[in-house]
């Protein structure tokens, strides 16, 4: 069911009939016409625009998908592979709890709730990560959580991201990663799990919404091997190289 409705929601507009037309008019990444050039052509053009123009202002990839969809993993490869700067949302808030202080034992609080971190505390540490890095493409991780992450990032920032990666996996596979992982992570045990999932399914979904109506996002099928997955990524991906 869960994942019917992240497929569905890649392919209609949302609700109001306004945003359905401004929707129709712009160049889908998911959906090209026959009028469009390819996705991959689509995303070559997008990048020799941007990546490297402005020295203060690298290529921005948001990675989003459930937890256990397998998204950290790709990352990892996108950026060994095609030179990208790898920032994890999650790891940066792991960091803060294993730094000791208050605000670490707070988010920490938080995590095993399963809750989302509060948008001021991400966004600083994202944007933090973001302006130390060297590099001319970065991958944002998990990253935002919720339309009010995004809200933020866009306001603090000043910008948006140039791709979205939404990487789509069902939910009973997801659970399955997340139990067998044994990374003796404080999240990975099935309670939390089931709190994480109506979190996804609640509050990120609106965010993958939001930048399918903006023509960025770009659906990866999350099942199958690491290798096969990477497959899919990379055919994407070697378009930017």
């Known amino acids: ?8 929601l890649l392919l209609r507009s949302p609700c109001s009939s306004a945003v359905a037309s401004s929707i129709q008019q712009q160049h889908h990444l998911l959906l090209p016409t026959h009028a469009e ?3 991959a052509l689509n995303l070559l053009r997008l990048f020799t625009s941007l990546a490297g123009t ?8 948001f990675v989003l998908g459930g937890p256990g969809s397998g998204k950290g993993t790709q990352c990892s490869r996108i950026a060994s592979d095609f030179g990208f700067s790898h920032v994890s949302a999650g790891d940066l808030l792991r960091n803060e709890i294993s730094a000791g202080t208050d605000q670490g034992e707070w988010i920490l609080e938080i995590i095993r709730e399963g809750r989302i971190v509060p948008s001021e505390i991400t966004v600083e540490l994202v944007r933090k990560a973001i302006e130390s890095s060297t590099a001319k493409r970065v991958l944002i991780d998990g990253f935002p959580r919720c339309e009010e992450n995004r809200i933020a990032f866009e306001k603090i ?10 990487f789509d996996c069902p939910e009973d596979e997801m659970v399955k990663r997340l139990l067998s992982r044994n990374q003796g992570r404080v999240d990975d045990n ?3 799990i089931k709190k994480r999932l109506k979190v ?8 993958v919404e939001y930048y399918s109506s903006r023509g960025k996002a770009h659906k990866i099928n999350a099942t199958g091997t690491e290798d096969e997955i990477f497959e899919a990524v990379r055919k994407l991906f070697s378009s930017l190289r």
């Open 37 to 39: 050039k390819p996705p």
């Open 1 to 8: 069911m869960l994942r019917r409705r992240l497929s569905s």
């Open 54 to 61: 402005d020295g203060d202002r690298p290529f921005i990839a």
């Open 200 to 207: 996804f399914e609640s509050l990120n979904l609106p965010v």
């Open 157 to 166: 920032t000043g910008t948006e991201p140039d791709l979205v990666l939404f």
């Open 190 to 192: 099935i309670e939390t």
